[in-house]
Each structure stands twice: as structure tokens, then as C-alpha cells.
């Protein structure tokens, strides 16, 4: 398992976004040498976990629990083929592109290493946008994302560092339960009988998922939470 790249965005124009000022930094683009990482602080406030990157929906983007978005190339591949078109590294607006790595079953609470120095943790996956629709190009496309299920996972910063491209990635931990992102997702976007399950996940879980799941067992005091 390996960091095939490392991917910043610069702030863009774009008629397509739901920023005031319709900015977007979701143009990611591969870079060469070292980059930062570092947790960004709350959302609203922090944006980017990577130095370098622009995040400016801070509203819905960035912070501690979105600090970093990877997607693994073979999802890219995949979506190449359907799309009948090339996918760079980068194109889903990722900061990181993974090979080898089952991004989106790693587990809720899932810590990587990613070369000597950087731990992140898995908390959820990405809901698609009508910017992310806007950058692909493609009608329907937040339809067809949700229904795929397949959205890669942000993380949080455990311990800060420097990466690069080509990186080694080892999972150092693996927590008890079977939450996995790809269930977490489909439990917040065209499944929510499954909220319940997430709450095996704890605090590892996204704030706004964990709410969203305790919410639900609330208003539904029969809906099986194991």
C-alpha cells in the first residue's frame, strides 16, 4: 500500500460552486516534494489538514474531521472505464490517491501511517455536491456517486508530519466494530435505518454522523443499534 500522490488545490472562479464569492479549491492537482500536515482546527474555521491547499466552502469543507480526503486509485479506474474518459490523480478533488488501499471499507476509527511521521484516522465519507458535479462535468452525477457507494474517506490528524508522493501506508490500528465508510455513507445519504449501526463506531465517528445517529434512536426507540 502506497501514496501515489499528493494533491493541493488552488482557489478558482467557478459558476458552479455554492460559495459567495464562487470560489472552489475542489481543482486538485498533484505536487512534487514534501507537503505539511497538520490538524487545521474546527470546521468553520480550519479548512485544509494539508499546507498549501485551498478549502474555501469552510461552511461544509475542512476542518479537524475533514482535515484530509482520500480516494484510491482503483475507484478512479473503475469510474474510467464507465466514464469512458482518463480520471488524474486528483480529479475527485482528493488531497491523497492511494493504491492498494480499500478506502472507502477501511473502518470508522481506522488509523493509518502514512510515511515516517503522519497518522491519520478514518471518520466518514464524502458527500458529493453540486460543486464536485460541476467539476467532473457529468449529468446526474451526484446520483451516481451515492448510488456507486464507493466515496472515499476524510480523516482526522493524529500526528502531524510531512508526506510525499510514493509513500509507504500501513493501517497501525483497527478498531472492534464493522463500521465501515461505505456503510456510514449509505446510512446518511439512501439508508437511514441504518444510522443506528454507527453508533458502534463512538466518538470515532464524524460529529455531524454520530448526532445524525443518536437522533434517529431517539425518535425510533425500536431501531436496532447492534
Known sequence: MRL????????????????????????????????????????????????GDA???????GG??????????????????EL????????????????GLDVSGALIGERWRIGR??????????????????HLGEQGWVKRFTLRGAPGAYLRVIEPGEIRAGDP????????HEVTVALQFRAVTTERELLPRLLAAGE?????SLAAARTYVAKHPRANSS
Open 117 to 134: 511521521e503522519v497518522v491519520l484516522e478514518v471518520t466518514c465519507g464524502r458527500i458529493p455536491c453540486r460543486t464536485f458535479q460541476g
Open 4 to 51: 501515489l500522490s499528493v494533491n493541493l488545490g488552488r482557489p478558482r472562479t467557478v459558476p458552479y460552486t455554492d460559495h459567495p464569492q464562487g470560489l472552489t479549491g475542489i481543482d486538485k492537482r498533484p505536487v512534487d516534494g514534501p507537503v505539511r500536515v497538520a490538524a487545521p482546527g474546527p470546521k468553520g474555521v480550519g479548512a485544509s489538514g494539508l499546507a
Open 84 to 99: 469512458g474518459r482518463p480520471l488524474a490523480d486528483g480529479a475527485f478533488g482528493e488531497n491523497l490517491t492511494t493504491s
Open 64 to 81: 479537524n474531521d475533514q482535515a484530509v480526503y482520500a480516494v484510491a486509485r482503483e475507484d478512479l479506474d473503475e469510474w474510467e472505464r
Open 169 to 176: 501506508v500501513g493501517i497501525v490500528h483497527r478498531p472492534g
Open 204 to 208: 470515532a465517528l464524524h460529529p455531524e
Open 55 to 61: 478549502v474555501c466552502d469552510t461552511r461544509h469543507h
